[in-house]
């Protein structure tokens, strides 16, 4: 195996994510492919700091792919936050020989990577976060599997729920985005969807909603409530309390960061994976993978910064014509 | 079809539970089978006391096996629970001529069953519920569904938990008795297990054991909570605090009770549905259905009720030797 | 419930695939909601011609969007297929007052829907086919579902294969095109895949390939074969053969087509089906909906039919690289 | 870690079956509890005969319990199958210090270990099979995984069936016996079972059935065929030739061998595993687990196979009656 073209060092940081695993496989043996070392460093930055790090070959990440959660381990690293820690990190990588640090995680773990790379590291980021809350891409590890994962769960709930002639309040992840909760809305046909981007904290008339539709002859329901929102049990006390409606709540908490990866989270993070070594492989320096437009694309890490993202209107719109009776 | 032999009422009372569907359709098509009418009561006890009841065709039942809850709905009535309600309800069937009811569902749907077979109405129990808190009986409607619902959900736990070298507690059904805890114990390979029947309390040494378990080298733990402990958000602080392991909880509530059937439940409250008719083809009056010694019987509701079991304590002897490190 | 805007009709044609009941729904929905009149046609093209079709209301459509199938049925038509079955369902559709036909289909329904615009039925067409195979969109209804279904089949089979040290050929469905295949290639980690866009027939590179990987080192191999390769017995018994390593073919069938859709089907399948009652809401004629570059458009059916797509040359070598061993 | 006790080693034996990991595992961690060092034997018997085992730790069996297949390897041993290969294993064991041999397998794996037991060393069979097909015992492990696998590809079938109105064969694995098939035709609400056991190779009447329940109003059939009975292509054919219903068959394979086993194989397979390691250490010899009457007991190897067992009739009717339209 040739390894003249240099070293590339692979991290998760952050939440986990559904497909990381993927992803580092694909790093790992289209790296050695295109004739690079690739090490895994554990626990995220942390491992950098504390020289975590063995190099991989083409059989360590066999039989990776199909679980979920990171083998090379995730954590926050308090002494990386610091100045200090990141000019350290960069210190043991040139030391080590990495010229390229491949980043997979989300803002926080971008944030980082971005001012790690000032410090004369080579950074390019893959974004793993099921919370989709990254703005440049469209696709992030780990979102197709939570919303999965949820919508199973809130389908379950469904079928008690409307043996009981109940209303359900279910509580999906995404820290301060409502795009699980907006997919869990539309894909499990939730009466109710609150996102955090939308939400008027109008609970009158969320209580009126819900008792009109039970008027009009709905049996059960379910409201999709997205972390960002919170205070489920609260809700549904209300809603018992307003509607008379036997009402329960349910959060579904870290269940939904764990589970074999979709198909389509394996595909991905493998394809991004595979993009970020050819990326490197180029001579692009301190970019993004993403995906936009229908496509893999990469991105400076400071035009990638500067953009924004937010719920689509008409996907929320349609979520409210499917699920609420006129 | 032939009439000849009588009305059957068959309802869904207390907590819904995977399988009561299978249940359902066995009474109908057995029975019509064998030569009766079978009529569907809606709402458990008070489908009875308002006339909510349909005779049931080979055809109504198509396309339910496959489907958790139950399609007669299931509600507790406060009327049934007095006296003049049961004598109304057995008065009722009487006018309909309904002279059997099967019951489907758990311990306190068996007690109203057992006092309305008082006024006349022969009762037979088919036992439905997750909780398998049922004495006379190795098996009830569900159990198996929500245990293999609650592992998966612990599977994926299981998983974010490994990748953050976290601690996770996880608290399943059961209300008061702990089979799913020990069940999920066992199959999830749980480092602790939580259990109404067992648990003392001793919080001091169930913290050290989690303590020198991460001095022995895991790293990561889950603890298997019962509801019938319950108090696991204090619990995961408690855990936290005193040991210094990063540690959330997760209560996984009402999906437990959702979801298709296993092929267990779907075969088992299929075989107990049958069987139930046919112990009223065969003349015996007042009994609950079961599966014990490996068999499905029938036993006096009486005979039932005087019954007891507790947690096997082989079972709770390996979940721990499994599960903790000497 | 406002009439005035006039009846729309929608239907299922050609193989079924998972979300196409979304489809329906968030027609039937949105219709209402936007002013139409909404009549689902029953099996097809075959139903215009036997007037089997029924007003729908919002209820109608409850608890559908979770499963498989369609609940309208669908079947191929010999009598539509004939230009005097066109006319006739024409002639029909004006005589009901259906102005325009929704079509959930593949490029054989829409063949047929484009010559029934030519009678002056406006037809919308909605892209159901879990083989990809369309080429003016990058998303069909089922596609998702389909390759989550395979791929979970083909990690049972990895685990059986890898027990036994074996290798395993597994024929995956797609009719003439490879997408299914080349997803679970890469979600599988596939040794090898053939796709009938790619593979020479040259059976002796594939037997080199798989002997020299064994002697690298794999002890289980899993070749995922293309419906459009087919012959999977052949090839195993080709591959047991040459290189005398044990080989089993499973050819996962009918099964790929059912099942709960996946919650990027039930997403996009509603929202396909409400923006084309919002196209049809806003006066365009004869239009195809898609989904291209990130998001949902409409298209001209004649452009449409013009287009023509390929399988990704770098998913394909990314493929290949990942699966193998140098 | 106390070794006094002595060496025990644990081997898995023909097809592989979801749970034999978590019975590996509860050995080991049971065996070094009791006092025992555990060797795990990789490939079957050949690992004997080539020396392939190794001194197994608690950690070594971390991750294991949830993945099917065997991490010991499985394959059959034509040397073995000789008496001279079995006296040389009877040697090597001997001359390792391996007193005890735990083997889990099928009733082929059991009559090599009573055989090998001749030679002198002591054999404990856990029964470890998807056919469930060994007299002596109600539970084998990887039959309730493989049902449910069975049973939920079925479920696919039954939708896609239900949309086309077809006839679907379906055939399932199990050998010469039709116990797998017995419970999908069960919980799979199948309109036709064939089962080796009963099946009596009346076609005529099977196809006269078929087309009366289509008469009757079924608008799709599920034909549930035991691998032991087989030719399901050319069922399908006989079906749609004489019924003019369009059929098509289904086989299942090898997907039915994997799959992370469920909570009912976790359990048992891991008390198994544990129960194993007392009865060797209670100083009993020769004995196979089962679970038989509701409970895990230990049969004497001889005693075990004189036993028979066949499928209930009492279950075969009423899965007929249940799927037959009266």
Redesign the interface.
């Known amino acids: ?1 040739s390894t003249k073209k240099g070293k590339i060092g692979v991290l ?1 940081s952050g939440g ?1 994510a ?1 497909g990381m695993n993927a992803a580092i ?2 790093v790992v ?2 790296g ?2 295109r004739g690079y070392d690739v090490y895994g460093i554990r ?1 995220g930055y942390n491992g950098i700091l504390h020289r975590e790090m063995d190099l991989l070959t ?2 360590d990440v066999s ?1 990776k ?6 083998f090379l ?3 926050r690293s308090a002494e990386f936050r610091e100045i200090e820690g990141k000019k350290k990190a960069a210190e043991i990588c040139k030391e080590m020989g990495i010229e390229t640090l491949i980043v997979i995680g989300g803002d926080g773990s971008f944030t980082g990577a971005k001012n790690l790379s000032k410090f004369g590291v080579n950074i390019i980021g893959i974004p793993g976060t099921i919370d989709l809350d990254i703005a440049y891409t ?1 696709y992030t590890i780990g979102f ?1 599997t939570a ?3 949820a ?1 199973e ?13 109940r209303c ?1 309040v279910v509580e999906v992840m995404g820290r301060s985005a409502g795009y699980i909760a907006l ?2 809305g ?4 939730a009466e109710e969807i609150l996102l955090p981007e939308k939400f008027d904290n109008n609970y009158d008339a969320l209580l009126e909603q819900i008792h009109k539709n039970r008027e009009l ?1 709905m049996t059960h329901q379910i409201v999709v409530n997205a972390e960002g929102v919170g205070h489920s049990d609260e809700l549904a006390k209300k809603i018992e309390d307003a509607t008379g409606i036997e009402t ?13 990866p ?3 989270d ?2 991905y993070a ?2 991004m994976g ?1 993009y970020a070594v050819d990326v490197i492989d180029q001579g692009r320096k301190n970019r993004l993978i993403g995906y ?5 694309y990469d991105v400076d890490v400071d035009e990638a910064f500067a953009m924004t993202k937010s719920i689509d209107e ?2 929320y719109e ?1 979520a409210r ?2 699920g609420t ?2």
């Not at 539309?186 to 046909?189: E, M, P, R, V």
């Not at 329960?248 to 074999?260: K, M, P």
């Open positions: 195996m998760t986990d559904p496989r694909a043996r289209t050695i492919t626990r083409f059989k039989e792919l199909q679980h979920g959660g990171t381990f995730t954590a469209d197709d919303v999965n994962t919508m769960a809130i389908d379950r709930l469904r079928e008690t729920s409307n043996s009981h002639e359900s997919w869990c539309i894909a499990n046909g002859g329960r709540a349910t959060i579904l908490g870290h269940l939904q960061r764990g589970g074999s979709t198909a389509r394996r595909f493998s394809m595979a936009k437009n229908g496509k893999l008409y996907e349609i014509v499917l009776r006129e």
